[in-house]
């Protein structure tokens, strides 16, 4: 199968320093990608620059045959390319409900005079993103918390919401930036399932997690990322038996004990 | 079976513009109640750009001031019914909100509240110095709407000051409606969600400069048929009408009362509408009064009054 979304030598720096610089790979429809790299390897950075939020100074983004290098995130979303975030985007003082009928955003949207009316299409379509919010709550088990104000939901239960809100956009591709980070092991397991079923509908995932059991346990294909570069790329066995990736991680060790 | 947040509010305000009556010791509190519902209405306005969207104009007044001085100019000059020309200056005041919101929405921060400010500042100027058009600063009189005219031969007479009360009562509930319609909307949802996170509203596909471009336009339309009320009950407007101190009152009221929700900004606006009525003997202090009750609020009651109380009764009640 031919690859959803393509990154072409992708590069981008910051007053002089290189943040991420040529990284090249690509993920096909119902595959799971992770990125790994030690703290500050350009993780987060590639990903911002994949989902619009930055603009790439090198390479290209290719989403299903068209370039879509540094178009703005709402047309990306138009284009079936959604996101979650390391640290939460949630909209905290809306209900839980609403956060993922937000998702709904491209196929429920219509005219405003008829929303300013309320007119029937209107009723009709909030009616219908409701129904499709409520199925993808109990598809991330928090159908119960639909009607409480996200603000007060716990850590585990907003990365799921915000998973379940980048489904409603019923996405190609699903960028998730550290799905199971602050989680306990039972939350992780239920993230984990999620990712495996999503992937198995044919949506294309790629994911940056520093939980490496989850990792291995989930990935077909992982980039490791260095100070900006791609020093590896692999299946899971083959890249945690690669010299390079376990230099670049026994190195940071300490630095990382010194941070806490 | 539970009625909505919306059929609640709506139920409320009917049942204030039709009761209040029973207890007006005169007929001079028409007029403050016809006042209060003007204000409501431009406040209503802002509570979709400022409660919904979170964003910040002072300069509102400015279409106030177009709303009115449409129903001022329109009928003498082209002749066009008073009436109409509510519907004309709400729509000059759309277009400009468009052009002055456009170049400005695409960027982050407080410029809408600077531009505003700008925007707010140049039309009462033009007002004030464009003495061949407006008369300047002295004012300029303004046609009757004729609606009190034609209930009187339909068989309703009602008083100057009741019709208005009346009349202006039912527009700030036609107002509240279409607001609270718009809250559980579509757009709604996404004004408020970009309010929440922008950041994440773009990544669900909202396009954040142009929906806050529409609460934009929205709250203009609702600024300017409040400009135009005003001066059709007054038969007279002043450049006053479009000022900075307007402007400010706008927001004062909305945040005093609640921004996010629209009773409570008609709460909000009922306060600080009748204050310097009830506080006529401390004239000379009416601004530092409401200076001392803004800060208070923003010290203690920070959801602003309405929500904070009704959220006090509630704790008591569970």
């Given at each position: 199968?031919?690859?959803?979304?393509?990154?072409?030598?992708?590069?981008?720096?910051?007053g002089?320093?290189?943040?991420?610089?040529?990284?090249?790979?690509?993920?096909?429809?119902?595959?799971?990608?992770?990125?790994?790299?030690?703290?500050?390897?350009?993780?987060?950075?590639?990903f911002?620059m994949?989902?619009?939020?930055?603009?790439?100074?090198?390479?290209r983004?290719?989403?299903?045959?068209?370039?879509?290098?540094?178009?703005?995130?709402?047309?990306?979303?138009?284009?079936?390319?959604?996101?979650?975030?390391?640290?939460?985007?949630?909209?905290?003082?809306?209900?839980?409900?609403d956060?993922a009928?937000?998702?709904?955003?491209?196929?429920?949207?219509?005219?405003?005079?008829?929303d300013?009316?309320?007119?029937?299409?209107?009723?009709?379509?909030a009616?219908?993103?409701?129904?499709?919010?409520?199925?993808?709550?109990?598809?991330?088990?928090?159908?119960r918390?639909?009607?409480?104000?996200?603000?007060?939901?716990?850590?585990?239960?907003?990365?799921?919401?915000?998973?379940?809100?980048?489904?409603?956009?019923?996405?190609?591709?699903?960028l998730?930036?550290?799905?199971?980070?602050g989680?306990n092991?039972?939350?992780?397991?239920?993230?984990?399932?999620?990712?495996a079923?999503?992937?198995?509908?044919?949506?294309?995932?790629?994911?940056?997690e520093?939980?490496?059991?989850?990792?291995?346990?989930?990935s077909?294909?992982?980039?490791?990322?260095?100070?900006?570069?791609?020093?590896?790329?692999?299946?899971?066995a083959?890249?945690?038996?690669?010299?390079?990736?376990?230099?670049?991680?026994?190195g940071?060790?300490e630095?990382?004990h010194?941070?806490? | 079976?539970?009625?909505?947040?919306?059929?609640?509010?709506?139920?409320?305000?009917?049942?204030?513009?039709?009761?209040s009556?029973l207890?007006?010791?005169?007929?001079?509190?028409?007029?403050?109640?016809?006042?209060?519902?003007?204000?409501?209405?431009?406040?209503?306005?802002?509570?979709?750009?400022?409660?919904?969207?979170?964003q910040?104009?002072l300069?509102?007044?400015?279409?106030?001031?177009?709303?009115?001085?449409?129903?001022?100019?329109?009928?003498?000059?082209?002749?066009?019914?008073?009436?109409?020309?509510?519907?004309?200056?709400?729509?000059?005041s759309?277009?400009?909100?468009?052009?002055?919101?456009?170049?400005?929405?695409?960027?982050h921060?407080?410029?809408?509240?600077?531009?505003?400010?700008?925007?707010?500042?140049?039309?009462?100027?033009?007002?004030?110095?464009?003495?061949?058009?407006?008369?300047?600063?002295?004012?300029?009189?303004?046609?009757?709407?004729?609606?009190?005219?034609?209930?009187?031969d339909?068989?309703?007479?009602?008083?100057?000051?009741?019709?208005?009360?009346?009349?202006t009562?039912?527009?700030m509930?036609?107002?509240?409606?279409?607001?609270?319609?718009?809250?559980?909307?579509?757009?709604?949802?996404?004004?408020?969600?970009l309010?929440?996170?922008?950041?994440?509203?773009?990544?669900?596909?909202?396009?954040?400069?142009?929906?806050?471009?529409?609460?934009?336009?929205?709250?203009?339309?609702?600024?300017s048929?409040?400009?135009?009320l005003?001066?059709?009950?007054?038969?007279?407007?002043?450049?006053?009408?479009?000022?900075?101190?307007?402007?400010?009152?706008?927001?004062?009221?909305?945040?005093?009362?609640?921004?996010?929700?629209?009773?409570?900004?008609?709460?909000?606006?009922?306060?600080?509408?009748?204050?310097?009525?009830?506080?006529t003997?401390f004239?000379?202090?009416?601004?530092?009064?409401?200076?001392?009750?803004?800060?208070?609020?923003?010290?203690?009651?920070?959801?602003?009054?309405?929500?904070?109380?009704?959220k006090?009764?509630r704790?008591?009640?569970e």
């Open positions: 199968m031919s690859a959803l979304l393509s990154i072409e030598g992708l590069g981008i720096g910051f002089g320093i290189r943040a991420v610089n040529d990284v090249s790979f690509s993920v096909r429809p119902g595959e799971i990608l992770s990125v790994i790299g030690p703290n500050g390897a350009g993780k987060t950075t590639l911002n994949i989902s619009g939020v930055y603009r790439p100074d090198a390479g983004v290719v989403l299903d045959g068209e370039d879509v290098t540094a178009i703005e995130p709402h047309l990306l979303a138009r284009r079936g390319l959604s996101r979650t975030f390391q640290n939460l985007q949630i909209f905290q003082s809306m209900t839980v409900l956060n009928v937000a998702g709904y955003h491209l196929r429920e949207s219509g005219s405003v005079l008829a300013l009316f309320s007119l029937p299409a209107s009723r009709r379509r009616r219908e993103a409701r129904e499709g919010a409520r199925a993808l709550l109990a598809r991330v088990g928090l159908e918390a639909a009607e409480r104000e996200a603000g007060n939901l716990s850590y585990g239960a907003l990365k799921r919401l915000e998973i379940a809100r980048a489904l409603a956009l019923n996405p190609k591709v699903l998730l930036d550290e799905p199971a980070a989680c092991a039972v939350e992780t397991e239920e993230i984990d399932h999620l990712i079923e999503v992937a198995k509908s044919g949506v294309a995932i790629l994911l940056v520093h939980d490496m059991k989850m990792v291995m346990r989930i077909n294909h992982i980039v490791v990322l260095d100070h900006g570069e791609k020093i590896a790329e692999g299946d899971p083959t890249v945690s038996q690669n010299p390079a990736v376990i230099a670049a991680y026994l940071t060790e630095a990382a010194a941070d806490g | 079976m539970r009625l909505s947040a919306k059929s609640a509010t709506l139920i409320v305000l009917l049942a204030l513009v039709a009761l009556p207890l007006f010791p005169s007929n001079f509190y028409y007029r403050v109640g016809a006042l209060i519902f003007v204000n409501a209405i431009a406040v209503t306005g802002i509570v979709i750009l400022t409660g919904y969207a979170g910040v104009s300069g509102h007044a400015g279409f106030a001031g177009i709303g009115a001085y449409a129903c001022a100019l329109a009928p003498v000059h082209w002749g066009i019914h008073p009436g109409l020309a509510l519907f004309l200056g709400a729509g000059i759309g277009v400009l909100a468009y052009l002055v919101g456009r170049p400005i929405l695409r960027l921060g407080y410029y809408l509240g600077v531009a505003t400010l700008g925007f707010g500042i140049l039309v009462a100027m033009i007002l004030t110095n464009e003495r061949a058009l407006t008369r300047g600063p002295d004012g300029i009189d303004v046609p009757d709407l004729g609606l009190r005219g034609l209930l009187g339909l068989g309703l007479s009602l008083s100057n000051g009741q019709f208005w009360y009346f009349f009562g039912l527009c509930i036609v107002g509240a409606w279409i607001a609270l319609n718009l809250h559980d909307s579509p757009t709604g949802r996404a004004l408020r969600a309010h929440g996170s922008e950041v994440a509203a773009r990544t669900v596909g909202i396009d954040v400069a142009q929906l806050k471009l529409r609460a934009f336009v929205i709250s203009a339309v609702y600024a048929v409040s400009g135009s005003l001066a059709l009950q007054n038969r007279f407007v002043t450049p006053d009408v479009a000022g900075f101190m307007h402007s400010i009152e706008m927001v004062t009221m909305a945040v005093l009362g609640g921004v996010g929700s629209v009773l409570g900004a008609i709460f909000g606006a009922a306060i600080l509408t009748l204050l310097p009525q009830v506080l003997v004239a000379e202090y009416e601004h530092m009064v409401l200076g001392l009750v803004m800060i208070l609020v923003m010290i203690f009651l920070r959801e602003g009054l309405l929500p904070s109380i009704l006090k009764l704790g008591k009640d």
